[in-house]
RNA sequence: UGCCCGCUGGUCAAAUUGGUUAAGACGUAGCCCUCUCAAGGCUAAGUUACGGGUUCGAUCCCCGUGCGGGUGACCA
């Protein structure tokens, strides 16, 4: 069944895929699949001095790898293109002009500067900052000649829209309920055309969404005191406005305010925690439980099932607090799940960037890396924490610290490492299975058992008190180091 | 200062639109499992911001107070 649900992310590319915009974009692809509807991507550009280089490539590239997919945007084009603002100049030049002709937006030559000043001035005598019709009181053709000198001065102007005076703006908002506001409270006529020729952000929206045939539109609550412009430009030009939904912001823990990019506290883009070593799934599953609840009792989802279960209803209205334990718990439960290549694929660029690994190793020395991976990923909240556990089976562990040398003080650690020491030298071939079953026999055979028979070993071979499953470490040292650590574990004990 | 919004444990939150012992998850603490750390299992502590109404009965409806947030650009 074919429907006309459309809705649209809208990034400006001013910077990387910042966590609230991830969001936005995520809840917006909720919506659109749930009701099997279009999502598309437009590019918002017109601010020409803040765009980098790289914003789009980069917005597009995360968005990827959280596993997004879309119908229309600036890569893959579509039936309502161009998808960047800054390539649809005559389009909104067309409708500049059309509410230039009908009187419902002006020529305004004010300059900044001078809107600075009254601004202050503004301030100082308590009223909020606003602008004040620059032609108040003047007839039609003293507009007109005030215009003419502007222009024979070399001014040039902004284009402002006229705000209707004494009219309320008022929309079902779909997740904060009735919102209403009265015109006046807007801020005065407001630009929608810069001198540089670029429509502003307000503008440019509602012609986009308009000509896009954008039903649906879920933004941050930061949006909502543009909402009554947007509807006033709708009413001028005669067109229905789509569905508005302002989701509540995300809020940093400590601080308490929204995520700024400023605020370094947080980890705040997408493309960080992918630099972690964080799942794109476990990202998801985390960023959708900001703001928005399932059902019953779990928490844990595929973009799939969110997708199923998706009820724009059950948006939340207060502000979530971004909290980085719970994205840990979330990531170790995907991590867990996923497969060791997988995240050897993902710990590789830290492996190589730690020396722990050579970008030319030989197929045995990787699948041994891939088996230390396998064992360790269950401990880790992150892939690139694996380096830490990693790092003493490559680079030999450090000497044996207070807390081991207690496990090795009681008489019968040496008679279980010398019986350790002896069973594994004369083993052909040593792996996990085989290590598990000498200690069981060392057991057998001297009764010693328990943290008396496994903590020398540990703490002989690996130097450690705390570790995995101690076969398995065993077996990632190798026949040959284990033997070596063992006699020098057993000199030791026995020069005291 | 204007306008708009929100307020359930430390955090995220549920509660078939007034009736529950006020779910669940993270975190915290304890216990179990265990060679250790994790993981896992079990248990515990902890909440309807405050004050008034309306009602037989308010987390839910109304009013006020408080606290918090958003916005007030030729940014988006």
Request: a neutral charge; aromatic letters at 10%; one cysteine or more.
């Amino acid at each position: 069944m074919a429907n006309n649900i459309r809705v649209r992310y809208a990034p400006s590319p001013t910077g990387h895929l910042h966590i609230g915009n991830a969001r936005t974009a995520l809840f917006n692809y909720l919506f659109a699949r749930h009701y099997k509807g279009k999502f598309i991507i437009r590019i918002e550009d017109t601010d020409t001095k803040r765009n980098i280089a790289d914003g789009e490539r980069s917005q597009l590239d995360n968005l990827k790898w959280m596993g997004l997919d879309w119908d229309e945007g600036p890569d893959i084009g579509g039936d309502y293109g161009p998808y960047r603002q800054s390539e649809r100049k005559d389009i909104y030049q067309k409708y500049i002009d059309e509410l230039l002709e009908k009187g419902l937006a002006y020529k305004s030559y004010e300059t900044e500067e001078e809107l600075q000043a009254k601004r202050e001035e503004q301030r100082a005598t308590h009223q909020m900052p606003h602008y004040v019709y620059e032609y108040a009181g003047m007839s039609e053709d003293e507009i007109k000649k005030s215009q003419a000198e502007a222009e024979a001065k070399g001014l040039k102007p902004v284009v402002r829209f006229r705000v209707p005076v004494g009219k309320t703006y008022e929309w079902d908002d779909m997740v904060k309920g009735h919102l209403s506001f009265e015109s006046k409270t807007v801020g005065g006529d407001f630009v929608i055309q810069k001198r540089d020729g670029m429509p502003t952000y307000n503008f440019a929206v509602v012609i986009d969404d308009h000509l896009m045939k954008i039903s649906h539109v879920f933004r941050g609550d930061d949006h909502v005191s543009n909402t009554p412009k947007q509807l006033m430009i709708y009413e001028a030009l005669g067109w229905q406005p789509p569905k508005f939904g302002h989701m509540a912001l995300i809020i940093n823990n400590e601080t308490g305010k929204k995520l700024s990019k400023r605020d370094e506290s947080v980890l705040q883009f997408i493309e960080q925690y992918r630099d972690l070593g964080y799942l794109p799934e476990a990202m998801n599953n985390f960023i959708i439980l900001l703001g928005w609840s399932p059902k019953g009792e779990d928490e844990i989802y595929s973009l799939k099932q969110f997708v199923k279960m998706y009820d724009e209803k059950r948006l939340s209205k207060s502000p979530a607090a971004f909290d980085r334990k719970k994205l840990a718990w979330i990531n170790n439960q995907y991590m867990k799940n996923v497969d060791a290549d997988r995240v050897f694929d993902i710990a590789m660029p830290q492996l190589l960037e730690a020396g722990l690994i050579d970008k030319h190793a030989d197929a045995e020395k990787m699948e041994w890396m891939r088996r230390c991976v396998e064992l360790f990923k269950r401990e880790i909240s992150y892939a690139h924490q694996i380096i830490d556990y990693v790092k003493p089976f490559v680079k030999g562990p450090k000497d044996i610290d207070e807390a081991g040398q207690k496990e090795l003080a009681d008489p019968s650690a040496i008679t279980v490492l010398s019986e350790f020491r002896k069973r594994i030298a004369a083993l052909d071939y040593m792996d996990a299975t085989n290590v598990l079953r000498t200690i069981k026999s060392i057991q057998k055979d001297t009764g010693i058992r328990g943290r008396k028979l496994w903590m020398p070993i540990r703490v002989a071979v690996t130097h450690e008190t705390v570790g995995p499953e101690l076969p398995e470490s065993v077996e990632l040292f190798g026949q040959e180091t284990t033997l070596k650590h063992l006699d020098a574990a057993i000199d030791m004990l026995k020069n005291k």
